[in-house]
């Protein structure tokens, strides 16, 4: 077995440096791979000898895939005994590869998921996922390493890998075999060999993965500004790596935005102010994000304990003066949430939820609060790991 792998990787080396004479003999008209070797072959990126066999199922290396995607992107790679060396160089410099490479990782068989990043770098693809699913596309995608997500997903968008092999499963671990690479290569080259990308414009947003309820007073006009912000933050869409800003979304809350005048908190002291009770929104809003582990950007607690949320799971907002606070946060995930919120009158019930898309996996969050008097602390766990801690301190009233 170890004799049949060391001459499969010697023929698959000659493939690559020896000039073009004839075609290779175990291609027919019906080898699904046949038009990408073919057109290979004439490009020169694949080279043959008279009467040698392709070996279709033979893995490929890292430094062979290397090699045929830097002759498809022109680059010229000597030959020789230095030519893996001269290849990771070649790699390295057209931003393939973000390191060195030793010779053990270069000789090695290269999976998907490297072949997939590699590619990604090659075409330099940065297409928007905001509203774009994948329709039958990858069926394990939440099982895909967060470092191979954008990578995978962007060839799948620009057509270099297709939905419709494996059942639906990008099986990333599997190992790149000479049929499949060359097909891949030959659609790097050749754009017109790409499959279509099957997308929809709009992800179904099926999946709750955070929620949080709080419960206003009986205050009029406090509750009239809580619902107008309601409104504003309702059916906000934050793509993959996108930051929400309440400020941004909401606005000024001032008189001319249709806010009225209600109680808010400055130092230990109430006063009345245009948009008072939009705290309440933040704070709801930023324990749905703790829920739904989104990335926690910037969170401040009040100067007092609030009264409609536990202690050290408020945030603040104040955009008036030179230090003004808000809250965002970051879509980590690798498909777009939306944020709903809705105001119930009836009940008094400000309710905010944070949807995903069926094909996330959603983590096991576990949100706990420490402390006593003016002093709190609030962690988060996800699936067991500590991946966020933020500390509050209030004053006496």
Sequence with gaps: MIMRRCIAAVLMVLLLLVTPVCAFSDVGANDWYSKALSALVADGIITDQPGQIFYAQAPVTRAEFLAM???????????????????????????????????????????????????????????PLSYIELVGGIADQAD????????????????????????RRFAGDTIVIRSEAVVLVARLKHPELRAKPEIREQVDYSLLLGECVTYTTNLTDRNYNINLAAKSINGTIIAPGQQFSFYRVVGNAGKAQG???????????TFQA???????????????ALLANMQIDERHNHSLISNYIGAGRDATIYFGGARPLDFKFTNTLSCPIKVVMTYNPNTRALTCQIYGSSWEKKPNVTISTSGSGNRWTLTRKVNGVVNYTTRSVYRSE
């Design 274 to 288: 245009y948009g008072g009770g939009l705290c309440q929104n933040a704070s709801t809003l930023f324990n749905a």
């Design 144 to 167: 895909i390493p967060a470092r191979y997500q954008t990578a995978v997903l962007q060839c799948y968008l620009t057509g270099l890998f297709h939905g419709s092999k494996n059942d």
């Design 69 to 127: 995607v830097l002759r498809a992107k022109g680059v010229t790679l000597p030959s020789g005994p230095d030519w893996q060396t001269a290849c990771a160089s070649a790699a390295v410099s057209a931003k393939l590869l973000t390191g060195s490479c030793t010779p053990e990782t270069l000789d090695r068989p290269i999976c998907r998921f490297e072949a997939a990043e590699i590619l990604w770098r090659a075409t330099g693809s940065v297409k």
């Design 259 to 269: 806010y009225r005048k209600a109680p808010a908190i400055s130092g230990s002291e």
